[in-house]
């Protein structure tokens, strides 16, 4: 990483919703087309109530469901198109081209949540977001960039 280009990996306490949606909505307008950010952590980390103030941050108004069961949600926002998937239940990389991976990312923003499911399939150059849950109820994200993503995280304060 070119000195100069913000400290990452970039801790911060969520401690409640409106936290999260803080940092997802001073995250929202540096997405564009192409990016991949992936949302790691354990079940009930926060991961969808991330992605849902997100969405709502680039004008989605409608429900923003957990796309535990249709495995991928497309919506068209402000942003353009972004597909928020969740691959919990994937099996297999090749069940991703019948969800449309490749093709969400060629066409826009994807948000995943269980991204180790798409094994060799994820993007290297991506935002990974890291969600946490303590034992003490402690929540907290840890993000790290990828590719271009330091360069646009500099000075990034949500
Ligand atoms: N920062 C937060 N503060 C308080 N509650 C939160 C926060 N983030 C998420 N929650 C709550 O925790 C619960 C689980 O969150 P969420 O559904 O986002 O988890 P998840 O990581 O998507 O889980 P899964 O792996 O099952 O998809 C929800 O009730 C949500 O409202
Ligand atoms: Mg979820």
Redesign the pocket.
Known sequence: MPAGFGTLPLHFA????P??AALATALAPLARAGDCIALW??????????ARAFLRALGVVEDVP?P?FALVQPYDTDGGPVAHF?L?RIEAEAELDEIGFDAALDDGIILV?WPGRAGRRLPDDRLDIV?SLDSSGQ?AATLTGHGDWPARLDGFAP
Request: charged share 30%; glycine share 14%.
């Open positions: 969520l401690p409640d919703l936290r999260t952590g354990d079940l009930g980390a926060g991961k969808t109530a991330f957990s535990t969740d919990y949540e969600f929540r």
